[in-house]
């Protein structure tokens, strides 16, 4: 087993996934509580699609995910079931109501901390890049 040296911080490349409710704080604003029960009722689906491509949960942040993955394709190949998946299930639903995905990849070195991961600089500009769309 490898050591760590003291005082060197831990890094890997890995594929992340950061992805979030397109519009979220206004569906809120219709109807906190629909709204928070759909969201819970489409991560139960996006969750095993996760799970299913490799992928693991890092942390959560109201309607956002960050995501990591051991290969970009698995990252990229999850992204588009989760848009595939959520397409289907808007189906129906008023285009005013319909709960859409952002979701931003980015290929590159992160620090870890215990199970937590911390992006580096150049993964934030790519996320900064990809919000400004």
């Known amino acids: 087993m490898e050591q760590q040296q003291p005082g060197r911080v831990g890094r890997r490349l890995s594929a992340i996934v950061a992805a979030d409710v397109a519009g979220y704080s206004r569906l809120m604003g219709l109807d906190e509580v629909g709204t928070a029960r759909t969201l819970r009722e489409h991560r139960a689906v996006t969750d095993a699609l996760v799970a299913k491509h490799g992928g693991r949960l890092v942390k959560t942040t109201g309607d956002g995910v960050l995501l990591e ?10 992204a588009v079931a989760v848009q595939a998946v959520m397409a289907q299930r808007n189906e129906g639903i008023p285009q ?16 870890i901390e215990g199970d937590d991961i911390i992006p580096t600089f150049c993964t934030l500009c790519t996320w900064q890049w990809l919000a400004m769309r």
Do not use: K, Q, T, Y
Not at 69 to 78: G, I, K, N, R, T
Not at 96 to 111: C, E, P, S, V, Y
């Open 69 to 78: 993955f051991p290969s970009v394709v698995d990252a990229v190949e999850c």
């Open 96 to 111: 005013d109501r319909r709960m859409l995905f952002r979701i931003g990849i980015n290929l590159g070195d992160i620090l």
